[in-house]
């Protein structure tokens, strides 16, 4: 039985992700720092097939056992929360470490990356330079890594839709951070999940970056008349120009009840699209599902 170590699995594909790959009998394990429900995470899988154990720092001689002898190792942590510390410490240290044990594993097939788009060339963003940073210490050390840039990942209860829908449901205005122009290509969590079980599935090596996005790219405005009108509910949107969210956002996300953080509003400046910087979901033999698709379905369901 192959074993599958996933950083970061707790949250939201990582569930997804593990309810896939234990389906083809992969034995996972899920280090975590912070309080989470383990029995949960143990039912995604077979009695004894997803095992959750909380750890204080990489240097926990249990999880060091462990790296010492996975075959496949994933990372979701790319954090957007600056409440934790800054991203040069929980992203990148921690890759640099998390690299550095690994390189030493003499089981290790595959170390497999998440980052997102256009991290290698968003100078703006402390978080985006620490996620490129991290890819780039993973490609100088270890052999085969895979790198996964996801467009905004939607369905199945994702953090976007989750925060946005109540606003649709509840507001006759709705905020439209900018002008609305900036465009994004959205992806549905079920392609992410299955391209990570083809590449474990298929013992894909080398070095590659896969960026998986959707069939169809939005304007945000675009977006929410779609929402409205799959609500069948007449929203107006009301342009913030990004002058009066910044400073904002700045002073919320200090607060346990900020929407989104400031990296998160760099999101709605500029465009986050697939670049062909190296390999896709096709390569992959996945056809996208249609994110309207999915948008309408979660909307009415």
């Known amino acids: 039985m192959k074993s599958i170590v996933i950083f970061g699995g707790a949250g939201f594909v990582g569930k997804h992700l593990i309810r896939r790959l234990t389906k083809n009998g992969y034995k996972i394990i899920v280090p975590y720092q912070r309080s989470v429900q383990e029995a949960k995470i143990r039912l995604l899988g077979v009695t004894g097939q997803v095992i959750p154990f909380r750890y ?4 926990d001689k ?12 994933i990372n979701l942590k790319t954090t957007y929360d600056q409440k934790k510390g800054d991203f040069n410490n929980t992203i990148y240290k921690f890759n640099q470490k998390l ?4 390189k030493s594993s003499k089981e290790l097939k595959q170390f497999i990356l998440f980052s997102g788009l256009g991290v290698d060339v968003d100078k703006n963003s402390t978080r985006s330079t620490a996620v490129h940073k991290s890819e ?18 939607i369905g199945g209860g994702d953090i976007f839709m989750k925060r946005l829908l109540p606003i649709f449901k509840t507001s006759f205005f709705v905020p439209l951070f900018g002008d609305g ?14 391209a990570i079980n083809q ?12 960026e998986l996005v959707g069939p169809r790219i939005y304007s945000y405005k675009e977006f929410f008349n779609h929402i409205s009108n799959f609500l069948n509910k007449t929203r107006v949107l009301v342009p913030v120009p990004m002058g009066v ?6 002073i919320a996300e200090k607060t346990p009840i900020s929407p989104l953080t400031s990296e998160q509003l760099m999101l709605f400046e500029k465009d986050n699209l697939a670049v062909n910087v190296d390999k896709s979901l096709e390569n992959l033999d996945i056809n996208p599902q249609d994110t309207l698709q999915v948008l309408k379905n979660i909307v009415v369901n």
């Not at 690299?99 to 690994?102: A, D, S």
């Not at 122009?181 to 969590?189: H, N």
């Not at 969210?245 to 700045?250: A, E, G, L």
């Open 62 to 73: 249990r999880l060091k056992s462990v790296l010492n002898n996975v075959q496949v190792c």
């Open 199 to 210: 590449i474990i599935n298929t013992s894909i090596t080398g070095k590659s970056i896969y």
């Open 181 to 194: 122009s900036t465009k994004f290509q959205p992806v549905f969590i079920d392609d992410v999940s299955l």
């Open 136 to 153: 780039k210490e993973a490609f100088k050390h270890l052999d085969n890594v895979i790198i996964i840039r996801p467009g905004v990942i």
């Open 99 to 102: 690299i550095r044990y690994l």
């Open 56 to 59: 204080s720092s990489l240097e």
């Open 245 to 250: 969210m910044k400073p904002m956002i700045n």
